[in-house]
């Protein structure tokens, strides 16, 4: 199972059963949000602290396995990013995406929410490229090459 930790008494609260090591969590609102590749490689699965039970529908829209995951700072979204190429936004109140943006061709290792009203999504793929999205609209505002290591 994966544990979730109180980070003042070190002490486990709560244990959750997801099929798999999990490869990336977070936290919001009391609800552990977490991809396990293993188990269900192209969803987000939500677990309720209090209870430890899966008490919310997971989300979906990713085809290939999910790499990155991070809470919007109001708590009512959750960024992702994959294998796939592909960014998504999803709505937790409704476990909708709202956004989904092909960001490469290539896998998308990371994905962070950025600006003051987290307005962009800055994203970094194996293409060697730093991007920055608008969330609003979805498009393209700027593009970094990292170039290529030896």
Known sequence: GTNVFDIVTRKIVANYDVGSDVFDSTIVNRTV??????AS???IKLFDIRGGNSSYPALHGHTDTIWS????ASGNEILSSGKDGTVMIHDLRTGKPTLTI???TL???RAIF???QQQYVVTGARDFTVKIWDTLSGSLHRTHSVGQSG
């Open 33 to 38: 949000v977490a991809h396990a590749p293993d």
């Open 107 to 109: 896998a998308v290792d």
């Open 114 to 116: 950025a600006g003051g």
């Open 41 to 43: 490689p192209h969803c």
């Open 69 to 72: 995951l991070q809470t919007s």
């Open 102 to 104: 092909t960001a490469s």
